[in-house]
């Protein structure tokens, strides 16, 4: 019997299973889904996520996939314009925008390196609850069914976790979708991240592998019936309207791929843990994905959990494991709380009145600025820089 089974190896369970591995828990890592996998995202490692990488020992293999790093950052909403350097962050002076392709395969390397035992093409259907406390899983291959026993689940599957449903767990605060986003690559369209806002309207460009960009347009979730009948036109139209220096060197290329999309902007904090199961990542809280916060929030969630669980606890006594639960549940909200909020208000695609004047104060203020540059780090910007 394992002491943890981490159900979904995507940025938040791959760390988690990793991090306990390291600790010295015996750790199975399933995923109904065969590795390498793409998955609908795209891929702005924030400074903080990057720090992990590299605290992980995991950021030259990263950087190894030929993802460039990005160190200058160009912002522009209505008459405002800043340009500059990164914010530095624990001594990283810049973001990275690497394939999901790529990065969910090295963190699963990373996990299967500290031994744990990961089962691709796993599905979990169901878990076993005993005495009100869950006590393992039930999964499906393609060899059939069985069942794994352990005295801690983790649901690391997603926004619309299996884990989560099947233990009940409430849902604490929800908030209705406010945008859906549409997103493709580019060929060289730039080599820094890029926010062009207006109202309404949101661009995102983002420096990835093989010399391609991503550009992705933001719009208000009430558009989205009439964005996805068409898509590839309605995308274009945005950003030649809102960031038109981008548009003219998207249309002087070819675009690489097809263009992705959702409108699946949930906005929730589910409750984290109970008797024998913890939720990290999308799992447990999921929020729009404008300010590209998922997978340094799962990335905080993996080492916020395997630092509440510490190592040598005996994950059989319940009393003990509660008490690391509790520790893991407090700090996943002090953690994620106010940037919900801030995104929240950006995802209005509203530009307001004060944050416009903030955002101009940054742009003729270095000290303003660099607290701009730090907002998009996780850092709310608006209510610390706002004049009174
Ligand atoms: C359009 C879009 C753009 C985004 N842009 C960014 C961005 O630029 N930067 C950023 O930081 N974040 C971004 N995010 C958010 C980010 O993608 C997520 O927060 C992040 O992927 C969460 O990781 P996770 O491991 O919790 O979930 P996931 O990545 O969804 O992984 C869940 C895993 O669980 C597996 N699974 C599911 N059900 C089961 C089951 N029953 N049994 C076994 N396995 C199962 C799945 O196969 C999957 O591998 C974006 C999200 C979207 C939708």
New binding site residues.
Partial sequence: MPDAVV???????APTAMLLARAGYDVTL????RFP?D???????QQP?VALLRDWGLLDAVLGTGCPPIAQLRYRVADVAIDGPMWTFEGIGYALGPRRYLLDQLLVDAAVAAGVDFRPG????DLIVEDDRVVGVRLRTEGGPYELRAPLVVG????RS?VASRVGAAVHVTDPPRTC?Y?SYWPGVSDRFEIHEAPGSWIGV?PSNDGLTLVAAYFPQSAYRGVRLDAGAVYLAAVRDTAPDVHARMVAVRRAERIYG?G?QLNFFRQPAGPGWVL????GH?KD?LT???????FHQARLLADSVGSGLDLHDPDRLCAALRRFERGRDELLTDEYRHTLKLARLAPSARRLASLRAAAEDPEQAAGFFRSLCGHPFQDRMAPP
């Fill in positions: 159900v979904g190896a995507g940025c938040a369970g399933v995923d109904r889904a996998r998955t609908l995202s795209t891929h702005y490692l996520a796993h599905r979990v259907t690391a599957d997603g926004m299996v986003v997103y983002v959702t699946a990290v990542g999308d799992a999921h994905s590209a916060r998922g997978i340094t929030d799962a």
